[in-house]
């Protein structure tokens, strides 16, 4: 088993878990990492501003991210 951290990240605020999770492989984790984003996304959706983006990583033991979901809301034009 492996450890890994979540960190969201919004603007200019990001924060990495201090606890970490345990996962048998890179495959359950990323399958954990969309679940948590599925539960998320549809609150954070609504109240994202204009030219923000949102961002949710999965990190290894050393901190350093392996996966990424971002959720980006930009004006064209």
Same mark, same amino acid.
């Given at each position: 088993? $492996?450890?890994?951290f979540f !960190? %969201? @990240?919004?603007g !200019?605020y @990001? &924060?990495?878990?201090d606890?970490?999770?345990e ?5 359950s984790a *990323?399958? /954990?990492l969309?679940?948590?984003?599925? +539960?998320?996304? &549809? &609150? %954070?959706s !609504?109240?994202l501003? /204009? +030219?923000a983006e *949102? !961002?949710m /990583?999965l990190l +290894?033991e050393?901190?350093?991210?392996i996966?990424?979901?971002r959720l980006v809301? /930009? $004006?064209i &034009?």
């Amino acid at each position: 088993m $492996s450890l890994y951290f979540f !960190r %969201i @990240s919004h603007g !200019r605020y @990001s &924060g990495a878990a201090d606890q970490p999770y345990e996962f048998v492989n890179r495959e359950s984790a *990323w399958t /954990e990492l969309t679940a948590v984003c599925a +539960d998320l996304i &549809g &609150g %954070i959706s !609504r109240t994202l501003q /204009e +030219d923000a983006e *949102w !961002r949710m /990583e999965l990190l +290894d033991e050393a901190k350093q991210p392996i996966f990424r979901i971002r959720l980006v809301a /930009e $004006s064209i &034009g």
